[in-house]
């Protein structure tokens, strides 16, 4: 079991920045994959930024704004949010998957979401 707490959402102005964080606890060994999500309402979750091994990736629309990053000392990962826009206003949602052995099927974690609203 694994418990994802985010935190850092909140109100912020166009073109300002926002640090989100994803701290996890319980069995987090064994955990490949963290990501970030968004979600507006009447739409998909959307997948916003990913790291996995030494990699990470991005969606199109945050590429060069946004960065992922882990903090495996404080088992926390972040995403550093830069010159926001009003489309990024969303429910951002942190995911961890975890794998016990190479060849076994990953289990998903989610945190709760935060909000951010990006307005004037």
């Known amino acids: 079991q694994v418990q994802l707490v985010e935190s850092g959402g909140g109100l912020v102005q166009p073109g300002g920045s926002l640090r989100l964080s994803c701290a996890a606890s319980?069995?987090?060994?064994?955990?490949?994959?963290m990501s970030w999500y968004r979600q507006t309402p009447g739409k998909e979750r959307e997948l916003v930024a990913v790291?996995?091994?030494?990699?990470?990736n991005y969606a199109d629309s945050v590429k060069g704004r946004f960065t992922i990053s882990r903090d495996n000392a404080k088992s926390t990962v972040y995403l550093q949010m830069n010159s926001l826009k009003p489309e990024d206003t969303a429910v951002y949602y942190c995911?961890?998957?975890?794998?016990?052995?190479?060849?076994?099927?990953?289990?998903?974690?989610w945190g709760q979401g935060t909000q951010v609203t990006v307005s004037s």
């Open positions: 790291t996995s091994g030494g990699s990470t």
């Open positions: 319980g069995s987090i060994f064994n955990i490949n994959v």
């Open positions: 995911n961890a998957e975890k794998r016990i052995t190479a060849w076994g099927t990953p289990r998903n974690y």
